[in-house]
Each structure stands twice: as structure tokens, then as C-alpha cells.
């Protein structure tokens, strides 16, 4: 059974810093693309960050120089490093599995929801 289970989010001051984390079971989890997406309210969801099989990262413009993805082989979790957290950094943040092939694979976890206010 597939599990991708979010944690570390919550309400954080304009600046501070959140680390999120994503505890993956039940497929491989070195073979797949892993990424984050966050969704605010009234959005569409968008692809924050994402890291490859073959370690290659990614993020999205609104982010870079300020969020660090990254995984632990060992322990089936991938991370998410968020500082100097704006406001419009506010959204509930999903774990994505993605691998690619003859057949597609897609998994998403639960989400966790991060508020960035004073």
C-alpha cells in the first residue's frame, strides 16, 4: 500500500522558517521523481519544488534561493527547507510520487497546511 504521509507545517511569522518532511512506504522510492506542490485558496496547484531519480532539483521561480528540497535515501523521506516564508507563501503543501514509463505512476499525499502571518 502506497503512503506519503506530510508533516511539519503550521503557522509560521513573515520570515521564519518551516521544514516540511514526507515519510514515503509501499513503492520505490529511489526510482521515482519526488515533489512538492502547494495549493492557496482560489489557486490552481503548483509545482513548488521537485527532486529526480537521478538528483536533479527544480523549483519554481516564486521560490528559488529560499526553499530547499531534498531526500534521505535511507529513510524513504523526501524534504522541504522553507525560509524567509512570505505571506504568499500560505497553502496547504502536497507530497507528489511521480515515476514515468510503460506505465505512469501518480501518487499524492494528504497535504499539510503552512500560514505564513504576524
Known amino acids: 500500500q502506497v503512503q506519503l504521509v506530510e508533516s511539519g507545517g503550521g503557522l509560521v511569522q513573515p520570515g521564519g522558517s518551516l521544514r516540511l518532511s514526507c515519510a514515503a512506504s509501499?513503492?520505490?522510492?529511489?526510482?521515482?521523481?519526488m515533489s512538492w506542490y502547494r495549493q492557496a485558496p482560489g489557486k490552481e496547484r503548483e509545482l513548488v519544488a521537485s527532486h529526480n531519480a537521478n538528483g536533479i532539483t527544480n523549483y519554481a521561480d516564486s521560490v528559488k534561493g529560499r526553499f530547499t528540497i531534498s531526500r534521505d535515501y535511507a529513510k524513504n523521506t523526501v524534504y522541504l527547507q522553507m525560509n524567509s516564508l512570505k505571506p504568499e507563501d500560505t497553502a496547504v503543501y502536497y507530497c507528489?510520487?511521480?515515476?514515468?514509463?510503460?506505465?505512469?505512476?501518480?501518487?499524492w499525499g494528504q497535504g499539510t497546511q503552512v500560514t505564513v502571518s504576524s
Open positions: 507528489n510520487a511521480a515515476r514515468s514509463g510503460f506505465v505512469t505512476y501518480n501518487y
Open positions: 509501499g513503492f520505490a522510492f529511489s526510482a521515482y521523481r
